[in-house]
């Protein structure tokens, strides 16, 4: 929420509802920030929603952003269900890969997934029976085990490149 406009009226009014990026000051009641780095957010909006953009969304691009182009390429995201693994799936949808979601429960989640845009949705990495340009690991733990076998594909778990170990 916009406490006081920017003096140079480059941004919202005071009172707006936004959304912000910014490098510090995440956990302060009040902070400065560039007028650039904010979004306003729509009427009616549930702001508990947008609050979860810049951490989930923006660790969900930076994994895919590592995974390099995706455009026609098969990419499986864990932990699909989760607030980042949604982001991950909506938008390497949106970056034109062909989405694997992964879910514990299939059944219960492949209907939001599907309609976030994800292609196929399995229960886990071991029922993907053909290679995928890269992986997009939002779930971690166990999970990470069963992705070793992807080989030559990219690994990119919540912002960073993985490696198996040798």
């Known amino acids: 929420m916009v406490h006081t406009a920017a003096a140079d009226r480059s941004g919202p009014p005071a009172g707006t509802p936004v959304v912000t990026f910014g490098v ?19 009427t009616g909006t549930d702001l508990a929603a947008v609050s979860t ?3 989930a969304g923006t ?5 895919l952003h590592r995974l390099g182009p995706v455009l ?3 990419v499986l995201v864990t932990g699909a269900t989760g607030g ?7 938008l390497a949808r949106r970056a034109g890969a ?14 939001v997934l599907l309609a976030q845009g994800a292609h196929e949705v399995v229960a886990g990495p071991h029922e993907v029976d053909e290679p995928v340009h890269g992986v997009l690991d939002m779930a971690g733990g ?4 069963q ?12 912002g960073r490149t993985l490696r198996p170990r040798r």
């Open 24 to 42: 510090d000051g995440a956990w302060a009641e009040l902070r400065a920030v560039d007028t650039a780095w904010i979004g306003t957010a729509p």
């Open 53 to 55: 953009v810049p951490v």
């Open 59 to 63: 660790s969900a691009f930076r994994a």
């Open 72 to 74: 026609g390429r098969r």
């Open 84 to 90: 980042t693994g949604r982001y991950a799936v909506q």
């Open 98 to 111: 062909h989405v694997i979601a992964s879910t514990g429960d299939p059944g219960k989640h492949a209907a």
């Open 142 to 145: 166990p999970t990470r085990r």
């Open 147 to 158: 992705l070793w076998p992807f080989g030559g594909g990219r690994h990119a778990g919540r």
